[in-house]
């Protein structure tokens, strides 16, 4: 089994910053593409921004210029630094990785608990 386990949310002021972590454990064998997606109340889950593994990215043009993700292979893990903040921000976050393959290679579309990020003054 794969688990992905966020951190690094928390209540920022507008304009400030934040950095979600997103670590992946089990029985790893690769991990292709990794997202971040978003989601507030009554509205659906969005694709803020993704990573494949070689490092090409794209995002949601809300967070183009404001938002980096980025990735460490070696452990798993990957990254949401977050500038200037705005209010429209808040949202719980979510890892998404859709394609990991496991030592014994199966394959898993997992997605981590979500962490809340809540911009406000």
């Not at 809300?62 to 452990?75: E, L």
């Amino acid at each position: 089994q794969v688990q992905l386990v966020e951190s690094g949310g928390g209540l920022v002021q507008p304009g400030g910053s934040l950095t979600l972590s997103c670590a992946a454990s089990g029985s790893i064998f690769r991990i292709f593409a990794m997202d971040w997606y978003r989601q507030t109340p009554g509205k659906q889950r969005e694709l803020v921004a993704t990573i494949t593994r070689g490092g090409s990215t794209n995002y949601a043009d809300s967070v183009k210029g404001r938002f980096t993700i980025s990735r460490d292979n070696a452990k798993n893990t990957v990254y949401l630094r977050m500038n200037s903040l705005k209010p429209e921000d808040t949202a719980v976050y979510y890892c998404h990785a859709p394609q990991v393959v496991t030592t014994g290679g199966y394959e898993y579309d997992n997605w981590g608990q979500g962490t809340q990020v809540t911009v406000s003054s």
